[in-house]
């Protein structure tokens, strides 16, 4: 698993907070005093991110984490040979299976958030060699939709001999969002993952088709 730094430092916002709601300070993930259940998610959290070089110092947040989540529209991958749909045309493919993240931020400190993005990866009877490089990005808004910030990253695999399938993790360990003043939450903001795709793959995503990593596989021709 890489663990990719990733610091989006974003234009900083009049003092005023324009354009961004004013939220009451109330206790993030991490904070005491919780019941057995948040204790539970607590722990689930921490073995989650378990072995990050730079674990979120233990704070109260000032407020709610920002939304963390896949772009719909990016979420998936599919390379069709001469773009036609079918089984047998399937190239690579890759879908955003998961996200889990964290944050932290107390009075008027910016908000550090990290996150692990889980990919399903798969090569199809019309992929060509055993090594794909996928590209994907992570984007910040706010909660207009405003793109405030965005970085591309690339995510290098090897398939396996005989295998057409695999899973990969990837740690962004530092996505920072400064606040004009302690009264900006996290709740205004969120954190967007997707993959780099065509709009006919956007197309593709948004009518609800989907092939999965295994997509062809079994498909006579396939090398």
Wanted: proline share 5%; hydrophobic share 40%.
């Amino acid at each position: 698993m890489r663990r990719l730094p990733l610091c989006l430092f974003l234009l900083v916002f009049a003092a005023s907070g324009a354009g961004l709601r004013a939220a009451h300070a109330q206790m993030g993930p991490g904070g005491g005093g919780g019941s057995s259940d948040d204790d539970a998610k607590r722990k689930a959290r921490e073995e989650a991110f378990g072995g990050l070089n730079a674990p979120l110092p233990k704070v109260k947040n000032a407020g709610p984490c920002p939304y963390v989540k896949v772009l719909y529209d990016a979420s998936r991958m599919v390379e069709f040979k001469n773009n036609v749909e079918d089984f047998a045309t399937v190239g690579f493919t890759g879908e955003i299976e998961d996200i889990i993240s964290d944050c932290a931020y107390a009075g008027d400190e910016p908000i550090t958030v990290k996150a692990k993005v889980r990919f399903a990866l798969g090569r199809g009877p019309q992929a060509v060699g055993r090594t794909h490089v996928y590209q994907y990005w992570v984007a910040v808004t706010d909660r207009n939709h405003a793109v405030l910030a965005k970085q591309e990253f690339t995510l290098p695999v090897t398939f396996a001999a005989g295998q057409d399938q695999t899973v990969k993790s990837e740690t962004l360990d530092k996505i920072i969002i400064p606040r004009a003043n302690s009264r900006v939450s996290g709740s205004n903001f969120e954190v967007l993952v997707g993959f780099d795709v065509t709009p006919a793959m956007a197309a593709f995503n948004r009518a609800g088709k989907r092939f999965r990593p295994e997509a062809g596989a079994g498909v006579a021709g396939k090398s």
